[in-house]
């Protein structure tokens, strides 16, 4: 009697560790294309990642650097004060989306140019995401909108 109850509890464990292990390689698979890593500009620039990366980027955008092609490509450079990447994206750009603003991109880095698939713009007037946030202060260029600049 008691080795059919130990039986039972061995195969008991046995099913539940085959179903965990199961279940956590579902989870890895599903999510092997949903992790994307953000880098600051001077962050791409110092380690470039390989151009099957996709990653996010994020930073103000250089004044006077958009420029539109043709069709729907659109170029300008994006930077966190340390240094600047160039980028390129084909679609319609965010309406919030300008000149010394905040943003955040989602692409690969190929032959020295950032390539978006996905521009995200700052949703109110000051606004801005808190990875860019944090990369600007690291550069010493972030100045808070809340703050009082004559003191």
């Not at 292990?21 to 962050?43: C, E, K």
């Not at 650097?65 to 490509?73: A, K």
Request: proline residues 6%; glycine residues 12%.
């Amino acid at each position: 009697m008691k080795s059919l109850k130990k039986q039972r509890r061995i195969q008991v464990i046995a099913v539940a560790l085959v179903a965990l292990t199961l279940s956590t390689v579902l989870i890895g698979y599903a999510m092997r294309d949903g992790i994307n890593f953000f880098r600051a500009p001077s962050q791409v620039i110092a380690e470039p990642p390989g151009p099957d990366e996709v990653f996010r980027i994020g930073g103000l955008v250089t004044e006077g650097s958009i420029r539109r092609g043709e069709g729907e490509t659109i170029s300008f450079s994006v930077t966190d004060g340390g240094a600047v990447v160039p980028v390129t994206y084909t679609g319609v750009l965010p309406d919030l989306f300008e000149e010394n603003q905040g943003m955040v991109g989602t692409g690969k880095y190929i032959s020295g140019v950032f390539e978006a698939t996905e521009i995200l713009a700052k949703h109110d007037e000051t606004y801005m995401p808190k990875e860019v946030v944090d990369a600007l202060k690291a550069q010493g260029v972030y100045q808070d909108p809340d703050k009082d600049p004559e003191g």
